[in-house]
């Protein structure tokens, strides 16, 4: 036992000592039974007035958080708000609001105060609280003032703590008036309902004691002076099993303590008999020794160790072998601290040593971070970025410090099991953020990549920043045998009001950099190309902010290093996400009005992009004219753009390009105004629209560099028609029919339209393809169809053909040419009800769409063919888990599209999912696909799941890759194995995924993609 108490303060090791004496000295035990008195150690019946009369030589001093001052008629008037406390001697007056009126003599200071909310009056041997009091002081020695922030010298007359002051100074008293003595009112029978101010921080002068058997058999006692200490001291010596509480701690909760032996000392000069129940003074000592079973509680901490040592007073303690314990609700779990030794060094600080750190709630963790030493202290905070508005204060209206436990650790190891994995010297971080600071772990091995290691690491943590509610922001740092080493970082925030704006925001930012040692394999005829430049990298950011009057601002700023570094590493994003642009874009939207300006870049020289230097847009819909009879419809842009074609690959032997024909290096005014006419009405059952559509456009230069004025003009009318029947009597519980409805809409829109200038002659400022696409498009030409792309592949043409540019609003104004159309859909919805008998709602039971266009001027419009643009969509619902879906999209020209496919989803139980699907795609004699893919996810047990995906060619009769994965979840962490080919690329890859599961990360299934990472891109 030596050796322990040398490891802890001598003050400790000096009460150890004299518990052991105490422990073989003490005879038979004393038995107490616990006693119920009242507060002070005697019942009373009701309060008296305070026989206490402090002097008026004992100074007054004042103390809140906020005040207001200001002068009438030589007297000063303060309105004290928060945590609002007066001292006179040994007499206390605290309240949460406060109306002090101080008149200054000569001689004296003479105040009279009204107090309300939460009223508390603490004087020697009594205490009573109220709603409201008012108390008159008076004092020769002075007033001291002290307040958080600084008084504002404002009068205040329409405040109603000030109005309802001055309203109870004006109450006949019940007392007279005693000098320098509290006259203490009677409050009135009704008042107003008062909203408390938030407060700070409760200050006390006095602590409660109180003991309690641990369970049904009473505790012995043994009490004694101890006369060889100054001052002397009263000991007791409690053993059977005690609970004790302590009351008025500064600052904190009650303390909460048991255990199966414990030892008191105090001052033994105002110590009479054991009493189950003390009250005195903050200041008086009070040191407990605990042993056995020991378990404390104190506001969310919870604490259990076998010795302990705590000093009341000083409000510092030490436990041995102690584990503490504290529930996070950010995180929503408990986490633990365990140790030889945990100190509470002051309030909210403790240290604990050779101690470990887990949010497992296993008695034996499956993972903890060991630490060397621990420290945890509450510290306050202002947070400056988060989601939504941090809570203000009251008087200021400014943000309100924010309490956090704060964790500080030194020679960190991350262990699963007992197999340690990563080593930290140091990390800082909130207890939220107890975790070690990596989020996931990736193993992998393929062909293009070699092995691969690839980490995900929490920044604020490893950073030991405080980490701003709403925010994420995360480090990478991967190794490729093949490739070199990657490091990168992604994060994003939300908040409001930033730069003290009313608004609301939010935005993320990503970055990644490698020195590339390797060659891309892109697939098919691009395995082997050598990058442009071996530094490869990429910069993204952003940011979208909203703000009242509908006004919107976005901003967005992207760089790659070379053309093909999204499409190697990031094949996903590539595919799916937006373009990474570099743009700010201003938006205002009223009712059915809206502006917008875009200023926009070109940073990338791969992408075909167009600089607008700016470019204005203003918008105006269905604004109804003549009463209702015609609606109107407007939008005009104008904009200095320069188009930009992309440059050519850096492998163009390899890597085929033929630049897009519509893409020139133009720039000029670019301009357009275009509007609407429509008169709806109906004819019968039928809804009837004709419309007129004018257009005026200016290109300052075409693809020839040209100037081009262009005048456009469409007409037409528009019609449907519904229709519905329902066969209340079907039903059958098999395919889910409760009844039956069948509606029906036939819809027909002509339109002639006539422009002034070819499509062929114009640029093409707008885009309507992404990067992925347009890429795609510039080696197809090659690859497919030899160097000469057919006009009934052409995009534009293609766009014409289904008006993708005939709306109003439409933004690549330019795809519009004469044309004259009539365009035909017939749409049928099945539908039944379901639900509970009393909540039944209606359904889709099956949907089927088909279209068709007629083409007037088929040579013209058309190819030839007078029918085009043949479409069918089909879905079959038959369960809330089960759809059977088809989709078809013809042209009937030689050469044309003939695009189908047909899938069957199902989830007929909650562990098994299938998906089969048949796809063809044709285009021309050189174009010829179709695949059969097949998926399954299976869910064998509450730990184990496995999932496989196929596709197979059957138009080429070529695999085209399969992915195999499987899943452990865990209690702490999820655990995929992951296996794929890729034909196209020769890939062949497997890959080992463990997630954390715990606090902040994850919880859910592992998505497919995360566990095969780049194999599976590939």
């Known amino acids: 036992m030596s050796g322990e108490i040398n490891s802890v303060p001598r003050y400790v090791s000096h009460r150890i000592w004299q518990v052991i004496v105490f422990l073989t000295l003490l005879g038979g035990p004393v038995t107490v039974a616990p006693a119920q008195t009242s507060f002070f150690g005697a019942p009373k019946a009701s309060y008296e007035e305070p026989e206490y009369e402090p002097s008026e030589k004992e100074s007054i001093a004042i103390s809140a958080e906020y005040s207001q001052q200001w002068e009438e008629d030589f007297v000063s008037v303060s309105i004290l708000k928060g945590n609002c406390r007066i001292q006179q001697g040994e007499a206390t007056l605290r309240s949460r609001q406060m109306v002090i009126w101080h008149r200054k003599t000569r001689q004296t200071d003479r105040i009279s105060v009204y107090m309300e909310g939460e009223v508390r009056v603490d004087l020697p041997g009594e205490s009573k609280t109220e709603n409201s009091l008012l108390v008159n002081l008076v004092t020769q020695n002075g007033l001291k003032q002290d307040f958080r922030r600084p008084a504002r010298i404002t009068t205040a007359p329409d405040d109603p703590v000030l109005n309802r002051a001055i309203e109870r100074r004006g109450i006949p008293h019940d007392h007279q008036l005693k000098r320098a003595q509290f006259i203490v009112e009677k409050p009135p029978l009704e008042g107003p309902e008062l909203s408390p101010i938030p407060e700070q921080e409760i200050v006390t002068d006095f602590r409660r004691i109180r003991l309690f058997p641990r369970s049904a058999v009473p505790y012995n006692v043994q009490s004694f002076p101890s006369t060889h200490t100054v001052p002397p001291e009263q000991i007791w010596v409690i053993t059977g099993g005690v609970n004790l509480l302590i009351d008025g701690v500064e600052g904190l909760e009650m303390v909460d303590m048991s255990a199966d032996r414990i030892i008191i000392w105090t001052d033994g000069r105002n110590t009479q008999n054991f009493n189950s129940e003390i009250r005195q003074s903050k200041e008086t000592p009070f040191e407990i020794y605990l042993e056995g079973n020991i378990e404390i509680r104190q506001g969310t901490y919870f604490l259990k160790a076998n010795r302990a040592f705590y ?103 991350f262990e699963i099991g007992n197999v340690p994995l990563f080593y930290l010297p140091y990390v800082s971080s909130p207890a939220e953020d107890i975790y070690f600071p990596i989020t996931g772990l990736r193993f992998g091995n393929d062909r293009i ?143 059915n009005w809206s502006w917008s300006v875009i200023g926009r870049t070109k940073l990338n020289g791969y992408e075909n992009t167009t600089d607008w230097l700016p470019k204005a847009d203003l918008f105006l819909l269905g604004e109804p004219l003549f009463g209702n009879l015609v609606n109107w419809t407007s939008h005009s842009s104008v904009g200095y753009g320069k188009l930009k074609p992309g440059s050519a690959p850096y492998n163009p032997q390899q890597d085929v390009f033929t630049p897009l024909p519509f893409i020139a290096d133009s720039q000029g005014l670019v301009a357009m105004t275009r509007n609407q006419l429509e008169a709806p009405f109906n004819l019968g059952p039928v809804i009837l629209t004709p419309y007129v559509m004018g257009e005026a456009a200016y290109w300052e230069q075409g693809l020839q560099q040209q100037q081009i004025d262009r005048l456009y003009g469409s007409a037409g009318l528009r019609g449907s028609i519904m229709a519905e029947r329902i066969f209340p009597d079907v039903y059958n519980p098999y395919f889910n029919l409760n009844g039956l409805a069948h509606k029906m809409v036939l819809e027909a829109d002509y339109s002639f339209s006539d422009a002034s200038e070819n499509l062929s002659g114009i640029a093409q400022y707008n885009e309507f393809d992404d990067n992925a696409q347009e890429m795609f498009r510039e080696r197809l030409v090659i690859n497919t169809f030899g160097g000469v792309l057919p006009p009934q592949f052409d995009p534009r043409f293609y766009a014409v053909r289904t008006g993708a540019g005939r709306g109003v609003t439409d933004p690549y104004y330019e795809l519009v040419d004469d044309q004259q159309v009539l365009r035909m859909a017939w749409r049928h919805r099945l539908q039944t009800k379901t639900g509970p008998p009393d909540r039944m709602r209606t359904k889709d039971w099956m949907t089927l769409d088909l279209e068709a266009s007629y083409f007037p001027d088929a040579d013209r419009d058309n190819f030839g063919e007078d029918f085009g643009l043949l479409g069918g969509h089909y879905q079959w619902f038959l369960g809330d888990r089960t759809t059977l879906a088809a989709n078809a999209y013809y042209d009937v020209f030689d050469g044309a599209q003939q695009l189908w496919d047909v899938s069957l989803t199902s989830q007929r139980t909650n562990r098994l999912s299938v998906n089969v699907a048949l796809q063809q795609i044709k285009g021309g004699a050189d174009l010829d696909s179709q695949i059969l893919s097949a998926g399954l996810n299976y869910v064998m047990s509450q730990k184990w799941s496995a999932g496989i995906s196929t596709a197979y060619d059957l138009g080429e009769n070529v695999n085209r890759g399969q992915i195999l994965s499987l899943t452990r979840t865990g209690a702490d962490f999820i655990t995929s194995l992951g296996m794929s080919y890729n034909q196209s690329t020769g890939n062949a890859g497997i890959g080992l995924t463990i997630m954390p599961r715990f606090g902040n990360f994850g919880g859910g299934p592992a998505d497919l993609s995360s566990i095969l990472g780049n194999t599976a891109s590939q």
Not at 351 to 357: G, Y
Not at 449 to 477: A, N
Not at 532 to 554: A, E, I, V, W
């Open 449 to 591: 990549f070699g092995f691969q290691v690839e980490t995900e690491w929490d920044m604020f943590k490893l950073l030991g920043l405080e980490r701003p509610e709403g925010t994420k922001w995360e480090g990478q740092v991967d190794y490729y045998s093949y490739r070199g080493v990657g490091i990168g970082q992604s994060g994003n925030y939300q908040g409001a009001n930033l730069f003290g704006f009313d608004n609301i925001f939010s935005g993320n930012a990503e970055a990644f950099y490698i020195h590339d040692s390797g060659t891309d394999n892109l697939g098919l005829d691009r395995r082997d190309l050598v990058p442009s430049t071996k530094d490869r990298y990429f910069l993204n950011h952003q940011h979208r902010q909203t703000s009242p009057f509908g006004m919107t601002l976005s901003s967005e700023a992207g760089l790659f290093s070379d053309r093909n570094f999204q499409q190697e590493y990031f094949q996903s994003d590539f595919n799916n996400r937006k373009d990474v642009e570099t743009l700010l874009h201003l938006k205002q939207q009223q009712d």
């Open 311 to 413: 000093d009341a007073r000083e409000e510092r303690a030490v436990m041995l072998d102690a584990e503490l314990k504290t529930r996070l609700p950010e995180l929503g779990e408990d986490i633990r601290v365990r140790a030889s030794q945990i100190r509470q060094l002051s309030k909210g600080a403790y240290l604990a040593q050779n101690a470990w750190a887990t949010g497992s709630q296993f008695g034996k963790p499956g993972y903890k971070i060991q630490s060397s030493d621990v420290f945890i202290e509450d510290r306050y905070t202002t947070p400056w970025l988060g989601s939504g508005s941090a809570e203000l204060d009251p008087i200021t209206g400014q943000p309100m410090p924010e309490k956090r436990a704060w964790l500080t650790s030194s020679n960190n190891t």
